[in-house]
């Protein structure tokens, strides 16, 4: 399965669930400007992309958490990704909301966990990594052991690095940034003068274009 994980950049430029547009920037809901703009949902509407990226999970999922024993994914991005590994797995799902329902049971963990359980949570995309570990947090607090974490897509932030560490918790990614910009420059996707550019954001996105 190497060459389906090595094809996971290429997926993600195809289907136009990454975009990168160093001349046009995007607006992100933080007020960030960014050359890149990242929507893995999009994957789910191409079946062999879907099915590559399911895949690649459940290899990583076995390589990295053997011991594997719930699937959680985190909402809304990773829900049908989550939902996609665990029936591949035949293992429970769960989803884990990023604030609790405001009716009826008030859940915050849609499904069921048992304490002890051990746990491995899907993302989508990984920018400072705090809604994903707001999972985490939540399926401890319900008693899981969580394994670790596997996502599509890492931006790679040392913010994100640092709250990994920070939560005791283990990332594992499809592909990132770097891989990105090396597989966009190889097919012509972008330019090589704009390598620059695009390597200048991720080391200070907050301040970029300001």
């Known amino acids: 399965?190497?060459?389906?994980?090595?094809?996971?950049?290429?997926?993600?430029?195809?289907?136009?669930?990454?975009?990168?547009?160093?001349?046009?920037?995007?607006?992100?809901?933080?007020?960030?400007?960014?050359p890149i703009y990242c929507d893995n949902r999009i994957t789910l509407s191409f079946p062999e992309i879907r099915a590559a990226i399911r895949n690649a999970f459940v290899d990583k999922i076995k390589q990295h958490y053997p011991g594997v024993e719930v699937i959680a994914g985190v909402a809304t991005g990773a829900i049908a990704q989550g939902?996609?590994?665990?029936?591949?797995?035949?293992?429970p799902f769960v989803y884990v909301r990023s604030a609790p329902?405001?009716?009826?049971m008030e859940n915050l963990?849609?499904?069921i966990?048992?304490?002890?359980?051990?746990?491995?949570v899907v993302e989508d995309l990984i920018s400072t990594g705090g809604s994903s570990l707001q999972a985490v947090d939540a399926l401890r607090k319900a008693g899981a052991e969580v394994l670790g974490m596997v996502a599509i897509f890492?931006?790679?932030?040392?913010?994100?690095?640092?709250?990994?560490?920070?939560?005791?918790?283990?990332?594992?990614?499809?592909t990132n940034y770097l891989e990105l910009?090396?597989?966009?420059?190889?097919?012509?996707?972008?330019?090589?003068?704009?390598?620059?550019?695009?390597k200048e954001w991720r080391q200070s996105p907050h301040t970029w274009m300001q």
């Open 109 to 111: 963990i849609e499904g």
């Open 83 to 91: 939902a996609l590994v665990a029936e591949a797995m035949n293992l």
């Open 154 to 174: 890492t931006y790679g932030f040392t913010t994100a690095e640092d709250n990994f560490k920070a939560s005791d918790c283990k990332l594992v990614t499809l």
């Open 1 to 34: 399965m190497a060459n389906t994980i090595n094809s996971i950049p290429q997926y993600l430029l195809q289907s136009k669930a990454i975009k990168l547009e160093p001349a046009k920037p995007f607006t992100w809901a933080s007020g960030w400007k960014s």
């Open 101 to 104: 329902k405001k009716h009826g």
């Open 181 to 198: 910009l090396d597989l966009a420059v190889q097919t012509g996707y972008i330019k090589a003068e704009q390598v620059n550019v695009l």
């Open 113 to 120: 966990v048992m304490p002890g359980q051990k746990v491995v």
